[in-house]
């Protein structure tokens, strides 16, 4: 017997909520440490908030484009170009395009956005707000009735903090990249979108590979690309962030 959402424990759906959100959580005050200038709070959570927003309609964009993917075996395609496509089109660009979205529509036209790292600590927060709704569906399963509430506990923990190190991380370090091709953009003298264009394709790129490493390749490829992928946008991001933080005007896009 299976426990559903109607007859799930209140306790369970709190547990879920609780570990599905704090890896954002500590990700978020972890980064907001590193302003210099804070941000208005309210404009922080309005961008946290609809990050997580945009996970809904993300959710719904990829179960389509998945249904029409699944027509492309009739064309007789290689299997592993389908798991390109699915990787890195149906999941990575539609996430990182939706964050991306969230900073363009809320803060573009915003006084509050006056330097360049605002773009790179927005984008980071919209990415957290995603990957907070998305870390919640993630743990939230029907679960059997037999499995003790420790059980459960354990296993939620277990998944949080892999998610903390692994899927919530990746997502604020994309859309980081992607928030410092934007910064770049925005500096007076720059022009076009062809910043913008790379940005994301960029994050694409990486945020697919990531996935599609972990899914698709086989040990011991499966562990040590992904890591070696976060490694390079870590270091990457630093030496961004740094020079970034030298530039104190910018241009609204």
């Given at each position: 017997m299976k426990i559903g959402l109607a007859n799930m424990p209140f306790y369970y759906l709190l547990?879920?909520?609780a570990f599905g959100i704090l890896p954002s959580l500590i990700w978020l005050l972890y980064y907001l440490a590193k302003d210099l200038h804070p941000e208005p709070k309210r404009m922080i959570?309005?961008?946290f908030l609809l990050?997580?927003?945009?996970?809904?309609?993300?959710?719904?964009?990829?179960?389509?484009?998945?249904?029409?993917l699944k027509g492309f075996y009739f064309l007789y395609l290689p299997p592993l170009l389908i798991e390109i496509i699915k990787w890195f089109v149906v999941i990575a660009f539609t996430e990182e395009l939706f964050k991306y979205l969230v900073v363009r529509l809320t803060l573009f036209k915003s006084?509050?956005?006056?330097?360049?790292?605002?773009?790179?600590?927005?984008?980071?927060?919209?990415?957290?707000?995603?990957?907070?709704?998305?870390?919640i569906l993630y743990l939230?399963?029907?679960v059997e009735n037999i499995i003790s509430f420790g059980a459960i506990a354990r296993t939620t923990i277990t998944v949080s903090f892999i998610r903390f190190i692994g899927a919530t991380f990746l997502h604020t370090l994309s859309s980081a990249l992607?928030?410092?091709?934007?910064?770049?953009?925005?500096?007076?003298?720059?022009?076009?979108?062809?910043?913008?264009l790379l940005g994301i394709l960029l994050a694409t790129l990486l945020h697919g590979w990531y996935n599609?490493?972990?899914?698709?390749?086989?040990?011991p490829l499966n562990v040590v690309f992904p890591v070696v992928t976060v490694l390079a946008l870590v270091v990457f991001m630093i030496y961004d962030f740094n020079e970034i933080k030298k530039i104190k005007s910018i241009c609204k896009i």
């Open positions: 547990l879920y909520f959570l309005e961008v990050g997580m927003l945009s996970t809904i309609p993300v959710f719904f964009l990829q179960l389509g484009l998945s249904f029409m006084k509050e956005l006056d330097e360049p790292l605002d773009i790179m600590l927005y984008m980071v927060v919209a990415a957290l707000g995603f990957a907070a709704l998305e870390n939230f399963s029907p992607l928030g410092y091709f934007l910064a770049l953009s925005s500096i007076r003298g720059i022009k076009g979108v062809k910043f913008t599609f490493s972990i899914m698709v390749l086989s040990y």
